[in-house]
Nanobody, 113 residues
């Protein structure tokens, strides 16, 4: 089974950028549909973006500001986040899905005004 480790989170001012990474081990991410989710304090975890095995991407309302990508050679999923807003503050998680789902431990993103 695949193991996932997120990194790249941090604290930025509104309007700034961050690029999250999700490094996989144990299996190739090319076998999985990959997703980014986030969970803000006091709120439920919400889906942010997906990329399927064919490279087709989908987004929630972050479309146009966030870009999901995958590098199968590096076995890593990415989320490039631009024009960050305070409401983007959350713990960000990557998920791999193929029959079962696998989650990373999350990386914190904090956007201040």
């Amino acid at each position: 089974q695949v193991q996932l480790v997120e990194s790249g989170g941090g604290s930025v001012q509104a309007g700034g950028s961050l690029k999250l990474s999700c490094a996989a081990s144990g299996d190739s991410i090319s076998h999985y549909k990959m997703d980014w989710y986030r969970q803000a304090p006091g709120k439920e975890r919400e889906w942010v973006s997906s990329i399927n095995r064919d490279g087709v991407t989908t987004y929630t309302s972050v479309k146009g500001r966030f870009t999901i990508s995958r590098d199968n050679d590096k076995n890593t999923l990415y989320l490039e986040m631009n024009s960050l807003k305070t409401e983007d503050t959350a713990m960000y998680y990557c998920r791999a899905f193929r029959a079962s789902e696998y989650w990373g431990q999350g990386t914190q993103v904090t956007v201040s005004s």
